[in-house]
């Protein structure tokens, strides 16, 4: 895929959305995907600690909702920040890294691919 001036294989960043929301017999899934920005570690791990994400969401006992969560962003051109972006997609599960340069110009590239 082409975005701005840079070419990036997909299947090389991206964690498949699919393991982060993997359905389940519970009767909804609701889905909820955050906008980051790559050198925001300490804020996803602060939301990680203290949010809502973690609530354990049940309206009644019979009611059961499956609440996944996911941070999306794009790639960083800094290696080292890449690589520790690849890291904590793989220690937490729930980073979602995009085929496109994390920039303010490349926003409506995060959103439309959040649709794919």
């Known amino acids: 895929m082409f975005y701005g001036h840079r070419t990036l294989k997909a299947q090389t960043l991206i964690l498949n959305a699919l393991q982060v929301a993997a359905l389940t017999p519970f009767s909804a899934l609701i889905l909820s995907l955050l906008f980051s920005a790559p050198n925001n ?51 937490t599960g729930d980073l979602l890294i995009g ?3 994390d920039t303010y110009e490349n926003l409506v590239y995060k959103t439309i691919w959040l649709l794919r």
Do not use: P
């Not at 949010?51 to 609440?67: A, C, Q, R, V």
């Open 41 to 91: 570690r300490e804020f996803r791990d602060q939301l990680r600690r203290e949010s809502y994400l973690n609530y354990l969401w049940t309206y009644t006992s019979k009611d059961n909702f499956d609440f996944k969560y996911a941070f999306v962003c794009g790639y960083s051109t800094n290696r080292t920040l890449l690589a520790q972006m690849r890291q904590e997609a793989a220690e």
């Open 99 to 101: 085929d496109f340069e």
